[in-house]
């Protein structure tokens, strides 16, 4: 209820349709831009400190990864993928080594990582946990890899290797995020519950646990639960816009589109949200949604022109939903289907080729659905309704 | 690296982005004379490697960026390196830094020139911006008249790209300067009164003494008329010629005042015939004068010796084509009003009086060096 009241008076950011048109600001006092203010943002006075001193001493590896570090905890925090470029720049010397010291390969997945670029990502994750098997992050991050993509034997003997190495939830949320993205959402969802009535977590454990359980909860068809654990997910780290986007999707769903425009209405920098945002518009039919649409286009426009096919998944969807093009929806659904094969590329497959009329297309999702013995139930639904229609 | 310090991270590590990566969008266009530049780039760019947030309040403000725009043209003018079949440019600077709004924020619009020597059919751009502060920057660049419609897209491993240019094509050229050639004549202000002068009595019967009393027909009235453009065109076809050849040259001050002066011959014509039946001698002898005039004009074009005739061939058939439209948008309207009152009296009268007057004023101005001389 009040989120839908506070929708009704937020307009949020609505990108403006007089794109490009060069002009004079009026006044000398009209802010053009936000950053970082380096007078009360510590992480920021920090990276500030951590940059002067690496401009005066060069090839400080461990100056480099900290400021590194700090820029891809700003990228998040921020949602402006520039400082993933800058954590990048901070590692130019030993960005390009094909061996390079520790540090710089997790980093170095990490980014790859953000950016959808998987491959290259488990190279460096796989490099790394060879030379420091005793490497959290990189077992964590090489299990979240390999379960976007689909591998989830693998993914999970990488939670496995975490079982002497962290703490219990740490490693719970690690093979429950595996389940669940092999369509065993109904477990992972047991193993969650019952790892978090236990106490004495870090809060970061914490904070990812429930988000996981949020997510498979949604996955399970448990909508109630979902909605409250993401909202408590979401509560405790207002930044994790994966969680974001699978709450909006939630609403979606289940028809609670005023919903879920207010929950991603102040994200419109981010594309995947102001994907939902847009979704969450065109539902209610407004005025403004005509006008986020053509945002986003023009989003998808921009990355087309720097060669970034990063988007293949959203830019799917709409084309599917919104624009209304299933030919051209099932393309992108299938390019994206090359790189990450999480439950929404399942279904967004399985829905292209449906709204295409050419439901042969969505063989490799339903192969998949097989292999993995999905149980999840929206997805077994639909792979039901594809085969009835197959010739 | 210890455990530790990477659970700190962890939520980080894990989370994937998708917003706007950096940009900038730079937009050349070759504009004859020069290569005229558009260059927007983020200000959050900006501010990463030049700290614009004086204040450190995390708001950047127009003030702040105005402050500071000298260095910021400096910074971004310094990053781009554009060539002329190989010899560099000169980048200068044209109009004061403004903004403009993207999906991701605030861009600052940057406008220069690029002066390349003349003539080149291959611009080399070599872009530098940002790549060390922002490896995953990207550099999207078109080129109005390069050889292709898709932007270059220019990244850290790729950052320099020859660009063949169409318009070294003499073919298109030539198209050029007919549009060139026409704009010039409905935007010169001495050409536009030497049309008015020449239409204003094409439309009456010339008898003794003033404008006359009887009235030729349309066809008549039109011929007269594409007589003395005509003649116009072909005289100032051969001193255009001659003078971008460097056969002949006269100075820019006595052509200036010769241009006025024979403009005021014209309109002393029109109220008291001074050649019987040879206006268009009149037109031809002003033609002659105004060829001068386009001359340096053509120059700054530095067109290549391959190019120069069909450049000539266009530039002239665009003069003749402005003026026979101009003829043809108000002869009609002459033609209709030529038995008022108004139009005999006031409209040719009044006109001529009016066009002897501003032409003797700039027969004195010009041969006293105050105003500038036509070009």
New interface residues.
Partial sequence: MVLAMAWGWGCGRA??S????????T???????????????VR?RERMALRQALARHAGQLDVA?QLA?VN??V??AR????Y???A??AL?PW?DLAAPP??VR?IRA?LH????EYAQALVDLDAAVKEDP?????W??RA?VLGVRGEHAEAARSCARLTA??SPLEVTVCEARVRSLSGHSRQAHQLLAEALTRRGH?Q?AQ??ALATLAESAALAGDASAARRFFLRALAL?P????ARAAFADLLLDVGRAREAAVVVIDHA?????LLRRVLAENALGTSRAPELAQ?LA??FE??R????G??AR?EARFALEVEKAPQKALRLALAAWETQREPRDVRLLLEAALAAGEPEAARPALDFLRASGCEDPVLVRLAERVRSVQP | MSSVAALSLLLAVLSTQAQKPSDSYLHLSDEGRVISGRWDVSLLDLDEVLGLDVGGDGAITWGEVRAREADIRRYVLGRLALGADGRPCELVTRDTLRIAEYTDGAYAVLAFDARCARPFTRLDVDYSLLFDSDPQHRGIVRVSSGDTDSPLVFSNSRHFAQVRLRAASPWRMAGRMVVEGALHVVSRADHLLFLVALLLPSVLRREGGGPGETTPGFASALWTLVKGVSAFTVAHALTLAAATLGWVSLPARFVGVAIALSLLALAVDNLHPLWRGTRWAVAFVLGLLHGFGFASALAEWGLSAGSLTLALLGFNLGVELGQLAWVVAFLPLAFVLRDSRLYRRAVVVGGSVAIALLAGFWAAERALGLGVPVS
């Fill in positions: 990108p403006s007089l794109e490009g048109a060069p002009f004079v600001p006044s000398e006092f009209v802010v053009l831009a936000h950053v970082p203010a380096v007078d009360r943002d920021a990864l570090r891809i905890e990228a998040r949602g402006d993928s520039r993933l470029g800058r990048q720049a130019a960005w520790p540090g997790l990490t990582h953000a950016r959808r005793g490497d959290v992050a990189s964590l991050l979240e190495l962290t870090s970061e904070t990812r780290d930044h994790d816009a994966d920098q981010d594309d995947r949200l945002a023009r989003r921009e990355r022109l720097r060669g970034d990063g988007l959203e």
